[in-house]
């Protein structure tokens, strides 16, 4: 494989190639040839894997995209504070590498956790003591932790509330939010409307009418921080 490595012998570092008319550019460099000719393209995306092409003249490094920002589900990513469109023809590649991507991010070892739970031959693993709350939004599940770090899972909300079943502390207060009460800062709940609001810090969360009943059965349990 022709690879020109004039002046640059990490790859890791690249967050986005760009297709010109001789060749694969690295994006927003002084590179005046191209860094991978194009019948080498297909062999350097089978070497590297956090690299994926999107459309037909934008190849991105997954380990840079903006998880919060970015949705495949509407077909683009955001790198860098940029939008970057995925074409039908590469949409589902992209898709299987994205969520590749995550899996492998979210399978790594990290020390100190205490639910480990298995999932097509994945462990995910949870720090349950420390989440404040679950989101999911868009394709992915969000998950807060305490000290405002997030980690992403493309296992639907569901399926983290069956795993947190056993944990007394959570309650899924509307279809896309679980909460963990133990972080409650405070709620309300209006009889009459039959609508309730909780917040955790500065995060604000509405309570569903079909989740309400259930959350004002542990109100007695409940100790607000």
Same mark, same amino acid.
């Given at each position: =494989?022709? %690879?020109? @490595? ?19 550019? %690295? ?7 191209? =860094? ?20 037909? /003249?934008? #190849? ?10 970015? $949705?495949?589900?509407? /077909? ?10 995925? @074409?039908?023809?590469?949409?589902? *590649? ?15 070892? #990290? ?11 994945? &462990?995910?693993?949870?720090?349950t003591k420390n989440i404040r709350f679950l989101v999911r939004e868009g394709s992915l ?19 983290? /509330? ?15 939010? +679980? +909460? ?8 309300? &709940? $209006? *009889?009459?409307? *039959? ?7 500065? $995060?604000?969360?509405? #309570? ?9 059965? +542990? %109100?007695?349990?409940?100790?607000? =921080?």
């Open positions: =494989m022709d %690879i020109n @490595t004039q002046d640059f012998d990490n790859f890791d570092t690249i967050q986005v190639l760009i297709r010109k008319k001789n060749g694969w550019y %690295i994006n927003d460099t002084d590179f005046n040839i191209p =860094m991978i000719d194009f019948e080498d393209i297909e062999s350097f995306l089978a070497q590297h894997n956090d690299f994926v092409q999107i459309n037909l /003249d934008t #190849i991105v490094n997954l380990n840079y995209i903006n998880e919060e920002l970015s $949705n495949i589900s509407k /077909d683009f990513l955001v790198l860098a504070g940029k939008i970057y469109i995925i @074409t039908t023809r590469y949409l589902k *590649k992209t898709k299987s590498a994205f969520r590749k991507n995550i899996l492998l991010k979210n399978s790594k070892e #990290i020390p100190n956790f205490k639910g480990k739970y298995l999932k097509n031959n994945n &462990i995910i693993q949870l720090d599940t969000k998950i807060t932790y305490q000290d405002g770090t997030q980690r992403s899972f493309y296992q639907t909300l569901k399926y983290f /509330d069956k795993l947190l079943s056993n944990e007394h502390t959570f309650i899924r207060v509307r279809r896309d939010c +679980i +909460i963990n009460t133990a972080y409650l800062n405070h709620y309300q &709940i $209006n *009889k009459k409307n *039959k609508t309730g609001e909780i917040s955790i810090e500065s $995060n604000v969360f509405s #309570i569903s009418r079909r989740n309400l009943q259930s959350f004002k059965k +542990i %109100i007695p349990y409940i100790k607000l =921080m």
